[in-house]
């Protein structure tokens, strides 16, 4: 290769780059399509009446063909480690995030005699995580701002889940991309979790759980709206908003007369109480931040970087060839 | 930068000036960032807890994403002002001895196929026909983890969201770009496994190589040989061999292997 070419390359690709990603961030937040959620905890009673909350029932019955079929063979431990994570003899578990059970709620005795029911899901957040930091670029955005894992190419190596400031995708072992290539070695299943009911959102339909919800305590709408609404419902009751600031932004705002961290504490304690430190479910602390909030001012430096070796080649070069000159 | 004379660094074996220290800087940075940029690279993968090297003590560091991730920017950062540096540097004194040139692929194979038997080399220039392929492979690879690393530290800026195609596409490139360069250093200490390459050695750690084996290897690199032969003639040390004979007078327009005195 011709080094002009080289170069050349590599000024194509950064300004196809930069091209390509500006536009995207000033069209963001005019993005027309761009939904979020509300859940208004103010309205959700847990479906007490049934056995399961109609929400996780919709999901659940939406979702059974899209659940992991593992193989058994392949279910064997992660070496050199001495364990994998089947849940698949769990499928009926509602009390917690599985790869079979993608939104569940949770039920918090806050201080004072208070019940207060969660339903807990993935927020589709504004910079998921999950979706620039998975190593393989498997995650997905759709225009309407629903993340999705392709669960087909994902390797399973779980970092969405340690990335995600809430832990979200839970991993099902024997599944996935890993099993056809070295299952004993590498990868460990694939992850799943709500995809915001993408393809209902795509064609201008509810998603399952908010259209089973009995007591409309899920809504979702065009995001500029569902903040809107979340603010104005937040403020006649004199409650409290999460999900707005979390993480950098996220689309899923829950309204909440009692303060998170009221529910976070108690959800903390529960856990606690029952020796449950399985992931699945999510604590709800304020203004959690994600791991790349300081990734802007890095990118910064990703530009003074190649400047700062330029400014080192002009003058390397200039006084090389002033000592030529001095010494002709 | 002036070198230390041949004289007082070995005082038995003649050598000559090979590498400048700027190229020896360069290299050495180039060097230590790639491999700081594999080992926290691999920790942007489920790799260092997975395989219970960061249970090791003093390594627990290596099974943070976090931690990894903001080294992995910053020999990142080493990394991309190195090369900057030494395309511009060279592209404006324009040194282009080290380029691949046609037919490197088969003079390589002659090359290396004497050295291995132990006959007598086909003469080369500055560089090895080999080594200019080593390098153009090696300058692909590092330059695709760039271009694709910088997209990815372009859709970690919050607020900043890309097509799904450019996320998928961005982290498969850079990780077929991490197994070229791999790929590429291990060949590269590999050819050190050779004898006759160890003499190259030298040239990258305090820039002298020696003279017999400028001659004898290579022969094509004019400036080196003009070196040599002056170091060889004894009295003078070769910095100061400036007044070149006539008749060795590099021919105007001739191409590429003229890379300058090292300076
Ligand atoms: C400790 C490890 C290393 C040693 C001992 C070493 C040594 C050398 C030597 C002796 C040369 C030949 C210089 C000459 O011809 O005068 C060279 C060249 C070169 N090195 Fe390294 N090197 C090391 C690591 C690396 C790494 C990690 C990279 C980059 C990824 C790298 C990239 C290059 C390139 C591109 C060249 C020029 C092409 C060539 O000569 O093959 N080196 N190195
Ligand atoms: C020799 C050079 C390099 C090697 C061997 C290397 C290796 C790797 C590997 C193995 C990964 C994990 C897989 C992945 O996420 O795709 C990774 C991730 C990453 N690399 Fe590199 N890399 C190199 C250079 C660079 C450069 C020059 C940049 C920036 C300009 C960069 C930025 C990143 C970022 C931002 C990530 C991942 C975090 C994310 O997914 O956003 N890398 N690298
Ligand atoms: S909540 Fe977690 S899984 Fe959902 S988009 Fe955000 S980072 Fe990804
Ligand atoms: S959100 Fe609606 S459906 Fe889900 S538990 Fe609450 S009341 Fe029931």
Redesign the pocket.
Known sequence: MDRRDFFKRVAVASAASAVLTVPAAQARDRASRKMGSIIDLTRCDGCVHLNTPACVTACRDKNAGRFPEPEERFLQDYWPQDFHEDWSSERDRTDRLTPYNWTFVERVEVPGGETVFVPRRCMHCDDAACQ??C?FGVIGKSEEGAVNIDTEFCMGGAKCRATCPWNIPQRQAGVGLYTKLLPKLAGGGSMYKCDGCADRLANDEKPACEIECPRDAITFGPIDEIKAEAKRRAEAIGGHLYGLDEAGGTSTIYISKVPFEVIDRAIALDKAHTQDDLPGRPHMRPEIQSSLQNAGGLFVA?VLAPIAGAAAAGIAVYKSRQKERDDA | MPEKSAATHTPKVVTITRQSRSNRIVHALVASS?FG??VT??G??PFYSRYKIADIPGLTWLGSYEIT?WL?YLF?FV??GAVTYHILYHALRREFAILPKRGDFKHSLQVIGAMVRGQKEPPSEKYLPEQRLAYAFIAFA?GL??VT??I??YT?VPGWNVSDGMHFWS?QL??L??FL?FMGIIAHLAAFLFKPNRKLLGGMRHGQVEAHYTLERHAHWKEGVQKARSALAGQTPPESAAPKPPEEETPKGDRPCEESAAR
């Open positions: 620039k930091l190593p990703s | 790639t940029l594999i690279g691999l942007q993968m991730l992995h990142a990394l991309m590092i983890t760039i690393g910088l990815k530290v970690n982290a850079h990780n770009g991490f360069v």
